[in-house]
């Protein structure tokens, strides 16, 4: 389960205070699957990583009894003058898993060759979220967070990450942003919206949907 206790966070900019998150409590209860809903700048990605635990909230906690991804296909978090072998190394020992599968998962999933061994800042940008999207699915994770990325590159390699996400599904979470509606539908089994710094939950996703599409007209 994850857990957001009185959740305030907010932002400074120009000498003013923007609220994301105006003393909001939510539950992502385990064995379910949520979307979080909002138009642009409602606080979509800024609530997914305060979840991810790669912001930190002004005031209120969140507290998590599973093991929550960082958000799919996200490569910030990869240093730059390390190779891609290293970054994925080190990731792998970070979360307990094996470093030397972890290396041949992505190597034969994310298809950069010898870029394998070359800096990661010298990485193109489809080449940099195959090894990041492909070191996601080599950590094994109870919830995963999907911030409008299901797959990536090209057909051929967009069908092998959806093969391989929906092996994860069979026994992992998801709480997701998207803009797609029918794979909102397609993944989530509740929604949150977000709105003017409040959450609204919703039980059943169509009404979910009816009021995100009621917010953007």
């Known amino acids: 389960m994850i857990e957001l206790d ?12 923007k609220i994301i998150l105006n003393h909001v409590s939510l539950k992502f209860s385990a064995g379910t699957s949520y979307a ?22 002004n005031s209120g906690r969140i507290k998590r009894s599973t093991r929550v991804s960082w958000p799919l296909g996200f490569g910030a978090g990869l240093h730059g003058a390390m190779t891609g072998r290293e970054n994925i190394q080190f990731v792998a020992r970070l979360y307990g898993q094996d470093p030397r599968r972890a290396v041949e998962f992505v190597e034969d999933f994310a298809e950069v060759g010898a870029y394998i061994d070359e800096p990661y800042r010298t990485y193109s940008s489809g080449m940099a979220a195959r090894l990041a999207f492909g070191l996601s699915m080599a950590i094994d994770f109870e919830c995963y967070l999907i911030d409008e990325v299901t797959a990536v590159g090209d057909a051929r390699f967009a069908a092998r990450c959806h093969e391989e996400f929906a092996k994860r599904r069979d026994r992992a979470d998801v709480i997701m942003i998207s803009h797609s509606m ?6 989530c089994k509740r929604a949150i919206v977000l709105a003017h710094g409040l959450a609204y939950e919703f039980t059943d996703v169509d009404d979910a949907v009816e009021l995100y599409k009621k917010l953007n007209r």
């Open 182 to 187: 029918e794979t909102v539908r397609e993944y």
């Open 36 to 57: 979080i809903l909002g138009i642009n700048g409602a606080g979509k990605s800024t609530t997914m990583r305060l979840i991810a635990g790669t912001e930190l909230p």
């Open 6 to 17: 009185n959740v305030l966070k907010f932002y400074r900019t120009k000498g003013q205070k």
